[in-house]
């Protein structure tokens, strides 16, 4: 099972306590964090010292504002929980509490793991918050004077704590669950290339074993039988010179089959392979070899020769080598042209046979190929970069095998590298997780919020008071008769009326918006009418 590193705020990377990252809480401070803390610090605490200080002076109430600031920004990350609910609380007193609540609910959506913990502790400020709101409504008077304060304030309450606190819940699940993918991915990297290494070096020795057992056991005995009929006297010249090449080239395959062999049973044999392969320079020794055997080959080259990377080389010689061991295999006595092309990017390595030669016989493939075919050769091409490319050739049944080789070959792409770019695409995919959930929370949120907005712009048009409708009513009136002569009304306004003087008591009041101003001077946007056993007591405009 996968264990994925502890992500204690009092641990570090390796484990280790670390008392003082309970302040600072789990992650590096990068410079934009820094930038960030700094600046909604620099944004919010102002404003809300410039809120208190408008609401109550200068005194002691800035003080503890000040106080509560730096209690949130110091407890947010260790005890976010703690201060949201503190924070909540902190602002049925104190006004300019209430711009600290992004910053408390910010880091309660990120820091609360637990879905159950973060909703007790998102219906706790909730309930502060509504029973604040019933309490200026109802009891202290000190607020809009209807239901329709206590909605205000849960929209004022659902704008700066539930949205950012869903936000920074969701950009927190995002960076855990890309942590532990990641950590996860690299995991099974690792575990990946172990397995292939391992099984890549039992196939290579099992391969190696066979190869061993069977065809070192066959070109063993090649090799001895071709020694005794060598020396044989009942063989002419010509005779003995053909076995002479036969065993020659049976002790050139154990050669090349003992270095094949020791390379796949080698850790390291990939590296190795490039520095005891065949090269270019051998082409000559190799098409002389074919002669030998009975064919009619002749190598030329094109172009001003250039250096090739290894792979590229050994390519092309097993090109040239496959297509000798063809000839001899299927055109027999056919004259075989082996060219060379040095192109300006690519080499070309072509060789052409023509059709088999009138009562030719084939003389066995004497040169060794590599054994793989040309499906392995094609592997082998485009491992190095290159292509390869066979078919007939001519209308008299000759045969054509190309290759084309860059001078510079790219090794083939690791398929990892390809796994390592769809986890970087699968995390950065904008419909994961729950990413759907938080664009539905916020169209939800911005829908509320329009709907609020055009219900407010349409409470307030129905109660705009002109000032003709103002100064035709007098104190003394009764009720019935002014309220005729004014607008339906709304309590939107009461909370414009909480700084005004004292009501008289035992009246009911209605605060309107005024259409122009109602005094002469340009003052009085509001009007306020109180009403007392049925008669209008008070008249009064202010702004």
């Not at 070109?219 to 071709?226: G, P, S």
């Not at 002014?482 to 607008?487: A, C, Q, S």
């Not at 306004?493 to 909480?498: E, F, N, R, Y």
Request: include cysteine; glycine fraction near 12%.
């Amino acid at each position: 099972m996968l264990k994925l590193p502890d992500t204690s705020p009092l641990r570090d990377s390796r484990g280790r306590v670390r008392p003082w990252r309970w302040f600072f809480g789990p992650g590096p401070w990068t410079v934009s964090r820094i930038l960030g803390e700094v600046l909604a610090l620099l944004v919010l605490l102002p404003l809300g010292l410039g809120i208190q200080f408008g609401s109550h002076g200068m005194g002691p109430s800035v003080l503890l504002f000040a106080c509560v600031g730096l209690a949130v920004a110091l407890l947010r990350r260790p005890l976010p929980g703690v201060t949201l609910i503190g924070t909540t609380a902190a602002g049925v007193v104190m006004p300019g509490a209430s711009l600290l609540l992004p910053l408390a609910s910010w880091s309660a959506g990120k820091r609360l793991e637990r879905p159950g913990r973060a909703l007790a502790v998102l219906s706790a400020a909730l309930a502060i918050e509504l029973v604040s709101g019933v309490y200026r409504t109802f009891v202290s008077g000190d607020g809009i004077r209807s239901w329709s304060g206590v909605a205000l304030s849960l929209i004022w309450f659902l704008v700066v704590v539930v949205i950012p606190g869903l936000t920074a819940r969701y950009l927190g699940q995002r960076q855990r669950l890309l942590a532990s993918l990641q950590a996860q991915h690299r995991q099974l990297l690792r575990e990946n290339a172990i397995i292939a290494r391992e099984t890549r070096l039992r196939e290579r020795q099992r391969i190696a074993q066979d190869m061993h057992d069977s065809l070192g056991h066959q070109l063993t005995l090649i090799a001895v039988h071709t020694g005794a009929l060598q020396v044989d006297p009942a063989l002419s010249g010509p005779q003995r010179e053909a076995v002479g090449v036969l065993r020659d080239a049976s002790v050139a395959a154990m050669r090349e089959l003992r270095e094949v062999v020791g390379l796949l049973k080698d850790d390291v044999g990939e590296e190795r392979e490039a520095g005891s392969a065949h090269g270019l320079d051998q082409l000559d020794g190799l098409v002389s070899a074919s002669n030998q055997a009975g064919a009619r080959a002749a190598l030329s080259r094109i172009g001003s020769p250039r250096p090739l990377a290894p792979a590229a080389e050994q390519a092309a010689y097993r090109i040239v080598q496959e297509g000798l061991t063809n000839a001899h295999k299927h055109a027999p006595g056919a004259a075989v042209e082996v060219v060379l092309r040095y192109e300006p990017d690519v080499v070309l390595v072509e060789v052409v046979n023509g059709p088999p030669a009138p009562g030719g016989s084939a003389a066995g493939p004497l040169s060794v190929s590599g054994g793989r075919g040309l499906t392995g050769l094609a592997e082998r091409a485009r491992s190095a970069g290159g292509m390869l490319h066979h078919g007939p050739y001519g209308a008299d049944g000759g045969f054509r095998l190309t290759g084309v080789l860059p001078y510079e070959g790219e090794p083939a792409p690791d398929p990892r590298l390809a796994a390592a770019d769809d986890l970087h695409r699968a995390v950065n995919g904008r419909w994961r997780g729950c990413l759907p959930v938080v664009l539905v929370a916020g169209l939800l949120t911005v829908s509320l919020l329009i709907a609020g907005l055009l219900w407010l712009f349409t409470e307030i048009n129905k109660g705009l008071v002109t000032r003709e409708q103002y100064h035709s009513v007098r104190v003394g009136q009764p009720e019935d008769e002014v309220r005729e002569r004014l607008p339906e009304g709304t309590g939107i306004g009461d909370v414009l009326d909480a700084e005004q003087k004292e009501r008289p008591r035992g009246s009911t009041c209605l605060v309107m918006f005024a259409e122009s101003p109602l005094n002469k001077d340009g003052s009085g946007s509001l009007a306020r009418f109180c009403f007392r056993d049925g008669k209008l007591v008070e008249k009064l405009s202010f702004d």
